[in-house]
T-cell receptor, first 115, second 114 residues
Framework: GAGVSQTPSNKVTEKGKYVELRCDPISGHTALYWYRQSLGQGPEFLIY????????DSGLPNDRFFAVRPEGSVSTLKIQRTERGDSAVYLC?????????????FGPGTRLLVL | GENVEQHPSTLSVQEGDSAVIKCTYS??????FPWYKQELGKGPQLIID?????GEKKDQRIAVTLNKTAKHFSLHITETQPEDSAVYFCAASLRSGGSYIPTFGRGTSLIVHP
């Protein structure tokens, strides 16, 4: 079956602009996660959804970052007033979200470059 | 919060040799420890995981050990092959609601020379 997909695969924007990054999780997965991975680093947790609600948003760095999952499937990560330090790979993952199955399946990521 | 240290940052071995990657964590409440393999341009892929009530787990050429008292865990790959070359990440996970939120190490770049 299809894995986690993310669009766009690459995004170049200018400082101060607004960007939206999309994630399509594996069908039937109720949990969805966003991470940010800087060069040479491990993924850093941003936010986790269980269904439509954000169950844990403790990793969002500031109020310029926001994510939604209105129908409990597709999610969008939104970044306002982008800064050069926001340049990174943004990874999305999904998991079944119940029954003790914790395995997270990652998408290929969106590479964001802020000029 | 949780802090995960991972060593070495780079590991170069000959095909057929074993490779060992070590991680330590700081929060004794962490109770789920996945290991991920990441190839260039791709997202991380789970290769093995271990829970805090288990000391060792093996899956073919890959094994993971966990020492809760010392707060460290290790990945062992035997009979390495060139296709094992990738970046490997350990993670220590804390329970959050109905899921686990991992804190990742900085990664180990494994290079297997044919």
């Amino acid at each position: 079956g299809a894995g986690v997909s993310q669009t766009p695969s690459n995004k170049v924007t200018e400082k101060g602009k607004y960007v939206e990054l999309r994630c399509d999780p594996i069908s039937g997965h109720t949990a969805l996660y966003w991470y940010r991975q800087s060069l040479g680093q491990g993924p850093e947790f941003l936010i986790y959804f269980q269904g439509t609600g954000a169950a844990d948003d403790s990793g969002l760095p500031n109020d310029r970052f926001f994510a939604v999952r209105p129908e409990g499937s597709v999610s969008t990560l939104k970044i306002q007033r982008t800064e050069r330090g926001d340049s990174a790979v943004y990874l999305c993952a999904s998991s079944l979200g119940w029954g003790g199955e914790e395995t997270q399946y990652f998408g290929p990521g969106t590479r964001l470059l802020v000029l | 919060g949780e802090n995960v240290e991972q060593h070495p940052s780079t590991l170069s071995v000959q095909e057929g040799d074993s490779a060992v990657i070590k991680c330590t964590y700081s929060d004794s409440a962490s109770n789920y420890f996945p290991w991920y393999k990441q190839e260039l341009g791709k997202g991380p892929q789970l290769i093995i995981d271990i829970r805090s009530n288990v000391g060792e787990k093996k899956d073919q050429r890959i094994a993971v050990t966990l020492n809760k008292t010392a707060k460290h865990f290790s990945l062992h790959i035997t009979e390495t092959q060139p296709e094992d070359s990738a970046v490997y990440f350990c993670a220590a996970s804390l329970r959050s609601g109905g899921s686990y939120i991992p804190t990742f190490g900085r990664g180990t770049s494994l290079i297997v020379h044919p």
